[in-house]
């Protein structure tokens, strides 16, 4: 048995797919307010109204027409806009987290709750207070709050007029925003994330071109922009208080090659480099790394806006932890004519050895093992699993009931390979499963994409009492953690 006896077991969360109560209390929208559900065949689409006054509907890539202004339509459902109701709800959530034994509960604050433009001076006092009254409710059972900063939630008004982090002026703007956090919450939260999956900007790389450059231009910049932004949080959140640990967050895949031709091997290389380690490397490091240049080469990005003292701010503001969401690894691979699979953020070849969800996810715990073995190698910092998780469809049974051992074998075969990295000498310190409680898929809008140990009584189109029902895998949760993660007899 090798966790640590103080270690955080949990579950995470993100404020837009689970709060709802989008324009309530002075709360100012984000894209996920104009982002309507779809499937895992349909995308999501965010809407707006032309300038000609009629509605449009766009990818996520796509840029926004001239003249357009995103708009919430009439005709369409968004579910973000009522999530799962945890804004009113939070005591009752809190209260099954603490019954499942949670050591900690990864949330995310809402930054247009804070500030609904983004750009005011001071912020909604009615956001500030209300997550003070959540971090209280959490402390009354002894669950240590992790907090990330910005969890896909740039406020709308900022992405319209400014951008978004195509423009340097958002540096400020978070950062006062992260301030306010830091101020506000002092004693309160410990634990802070500065980024969700900062490296999803990264475009993953394709060989036949199919990622236009401009894509690798602006993520790249974009990056460059939320990096300093990351480092002068971390040198704030230092100063206000020093007990602060902060931590960047990487969506982890474990890309492996596909075959042994060594095309594929030198492949897999660059895509840990490219889309894995970039952002780290920055973030643990405080520079870029070498390969850096050879990315913005291949890919023709060029006229960087990077200052001397941006530099000074990455060296400075280096993170206490790395933390990154796991769901599954990909195949990758120079051939051509492959299956191929979609995942997290991310597309590879289909792997034989696998099973796939129905969302096309594959499972594999080893990944997980080989992933977090060679983090904790490359950086030597305390590392956090912050998701990891299986969305699947749940049946309510006559009595009520949810039955879900594919859930619980998921996790326990997670926590095995966690076992036997922390076993060869990964300082893994905690653990927070995702959607621990039914929330909205930020990849499809579904919620019938269910991860939580928790299910939430409301289907895709807003239907339900929204009363909340524990799962077996509640059960088996508590258990795991009264256990501290044997599994002998789970
Ligand atoms: C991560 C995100 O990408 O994966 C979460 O940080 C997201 O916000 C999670 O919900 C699972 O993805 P999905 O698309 O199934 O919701």
């Known amino acids: 048995m090798s966790f640590p006896k103080n270690f955080l077991w949990g579950g995470a969360t993100a404020a837009n797919q689970c709060e709802g109560a989008w324009n309530e209390d002075g709360r100012g929208p984000a894209l996920t307010d104009v982002t309507t559900g779809g499937t895992v065949n349909k995308p999501r689409y965010i809407t707006y109204i032309d300038k000609d006054g009629n509605p449009g509907f766009k990818k996520k890539h796509d840029k926004l027409p001239e003249g357009a202004h995103y708009a ?29 034994g949670f050591k900690t509960y990864r949330m995310s604050i809402s930054w247009s709750r804070l500030f609904p433009k983004g750009i005011e001076e001071e912020p909604n006092q009615a956001g500030v207070e209300h997550y003070r009254d959540v971090f209280k409710e959490l402390k009354k059972y ?37 301030e306010t956090c830091f101020k506000e919450y002092k004693g309160l939260v410990r634990y802070w994330l500065t980024f969700n999956e ?6 993953q790389p394709t060989r036949d071109g199919s990622i236009p450059e401009w894509r690798y231009q602006e993520g790249i910049q974009q990056l460059h922009y939320q990096f300093v932004a990351s480092a002068k949080a971390v040198q704030i959140g230092h100063a206000v208080d020093p007990e602060n640990m902060i931590g960047c967050m990487i969506c982890g895949i474990c890309y492996y090659p596909a075959t042994c031709d060594p095309e594929d091997i030198m492949w897999n290389r660059h895509m840990w480099e490219t889309k894995i380690f970039y952002c780290s490397d920055v973030q643990c490091r405080g520079k870029y790394p070498t390969y850096a240049k050879r990315i913005w080469d291949t890919y023709h990005v060029k006229d960087l806006d990077i200052t001397d003292e941006d530099l000074e701010e990455l060296k400075k503001g280096t993170v206490d932890m790395y933390t990154f969401s796991y769901y599954m690894s990909q195949n990758v691979t120079t051939h051509t004519g492959v299956e191929v699979v979609g995942g997290n953020m991310s597309t590879g070849t289909k792997n034989p050895y696998l099973q796939y969800s ?9 990944g997980l093992q080989y992933y977090l073995e060679m983090i904790y190698d490359r950086y030597e910092k305390p590392v956090m699993v912050v998701e990891n998780g299986l969305g699947a469809y749940d049946k309510v049974e006559e009595d009520g009931s949810i039955h879900d ?82 599994t002998e007899n789970l």
């Open 72 to 100: 919430v339509l009439e005709d369409q459902y968004y579910p973000n806009h009522k999530g799962i109701d945890q804004y009113h709800r939070y005591k009752e959530d809190i209260a099954l987290f603490a019954e499942m």
């Open 358 to 366: 129905d969302w096309g996810w594959s499972t594999d715990p080893s």
């Open 142 to 178: 002894n669950i240590e709050p992790l907090v990330t900063i910005w969890h896909f939630d740039t406020p709308l008004y900022l992405e319209e007029e400014y951008g978004g982090w195509n423009n340097r002026k958002l540096i400020d703007f978070y950062v006062r925003f992260a």
């Open 405 to 486: 051992p594919f859930r619980i074998d998921y996790y326990r075969e997670h926590i095995k390979a966690m076992d036997r990295a922390i076993e060869n000498g990964v300082d893994l310190i905690g653990y927070t499963t995702w959607g621990c409680i039914d929330v909205v898929s930020a990849g499809t809008g579904e919620i019938r994409k269910r991860y939580g140990f928790i299910y939430v009584d409301v289907d895709d189109e807003g239907n339900g009492t929204m009363n909340r029902m524990r799962k077996d895998s509640f059960f088996w949760y508590q258990k795991l953690i009264a256990a501290n993660g044997n």
């Open 198 to 203: 900062i490296n999803n900007s990264m475009p």
